[in-house]
């Protein structure tokens, strides 16, 4: 059963801590989408000037925080995520937008593909994005993937519109 399945369930416990809720988000995106070997869930400033890692998982299973991409360093891209619902880059080195990050971001991670989804606040306000990233090798995503990951990211966005 993909992990995603029971997701709405696990992100409504009150039991489970903010920290754990937003780790099973990211394993839910690394089990569900094959192609996707490191996932990281992003948040926005209320300025749209910078964003904030809440949670990686990295293709070694590790965990990490707290990283922050600013729009003056990656205008172009900011500007596609805050006006479009997705980015599919499976060349990313060589895609128009998602090139920025070749430097400082790509060759420090390995990586080669990237498949991010804008979660929003109300519908409408753009809230972060869940990143998925191929390292190693280039993928094409599937459109199978990309409907897994919208659907994912639509059941963390109320979760995280609610804790942030």
Avoid at 124 to 132: A, S, V
Wanted: hydrophobic share 35%; aromatic share 10%; glycine share 4%.
């Amino acid at each position: 059963m993909p992990q995603s399945e029971n997701l709405s369930l696990y992100l409504s416990n009150p039991r489970v801590s903010i920290n754990e809720k937003l780790h099973k988000i990211c394993r839910a995106v690394k089990s569900d989408v094959s192609a996707c070997d490191r996932v990281s869930i992003w948040l926005l400033n209320d300025d749209f000037s910078e964003m904030t890692s809440l949670m990686c998982i990295d293709e070694k299973g590790t965990k990490s925080m707290g990283e922050k991409l600013f729009s003056k360093d990656f205008g172009d891209y900011f500007d596609h995520i805050l006006n479009q619902e997705i980015l599919i880059a499976s060349d990313a080195r060589n895609h128009d937008i998602a090139k920025c990050f070749n430097v400082g971001y790509f060759d420090v991670y390995n990586i080669y593909s990237l498949l991010d989804v804008t979660f929003t606040k109300d519908n409408d306000t753009p809230l972060g994005i869940i990143c998925c990233e191929r390292t190693g090798n280039k993928t094409e995503w599937t459109k199978q993937e990309i409907d897994i990951v919208k659907r994912i990211s639509t059941k963390a966005s109320l979760f995280i519109s609610n804790n942030y």
